[in-house]
């Protein structure tokens, strides 16, 4: 079984409520697993609000600008489906696949990761709009990390 099936068994497996597949031939056995939660959880409870605070202190004759606030109350998290490099952009001349405002609904790319030289795009499983992008362009991602912040519509 070459890269290009199990990529495709994976894909498969993602999309599916397949726990685990097995599939063995004259090369050898693969074994998929299911990852346990879903991709999409619920950020944090609706009293719980995330703010920013800056870094340096205003001049004294300008009042400090107030810091952003994301109400964190109904807001869904969209994680990494996978280890590998995060990117928002399918190659370095396209545009963005997704920044904050954007509206996204189930089945739209949001990110690249690259993985042992593949390219997974990352579809979005849920309708609304990123309020918060949460990693770095080109950054190492982990498993089950949180990649953006989306309102739901």
């Avoid at 079984?1 to 597949?21: F, W, Y």
């Avoid at 939660?37 to 300008?62: L, N």
């Avoid at 810091?67 to 998290?77: S, Y």
Wanted: hydrophobic fraction near 40%.
């Amino acid at each position: 079984m070459d890269l290009k099936q199990i990529h495709e068994l994976i894909k498969i497996v993602n999309k599916s409520n397949i726990g685990e597949i097995s599939i063995e031939d004259k090369d050898g056995k693969v074994t998929i697993k299911q990852k346990e939660e879903p991709a999409i959880t619920v950020a944090a409870p609706a009293a719980q609000v995330f703010t920013t605070t800056p870094q340096a202190t205003a001049p004294a004759s300008q009042p400090a600008a107030p810091a952003p606030v994301v109400k964190a109350d109904n807001l869904v998290t969209i994680k990494s489906p996978m280890i590998g490099t995060f990117y928002r952009r399918p190659s370095p001349d396209k545009p963005l696949l997704a920044e904050v405002g954007t509206e996204i609904a189930p089945g739209k790319v949001v990110c690249i990761i690259e993985a042992m030289k593949l390219f997974n795009e990352i579809e979005s499983e849920i309708k609304g709009t990123i309020v918060k992008v949460l990693v770095d362009d080109a950054s190492p991602v982990e498993y089950d990390q949180p990649l953006f912040l989306v309102e739901p519509a």
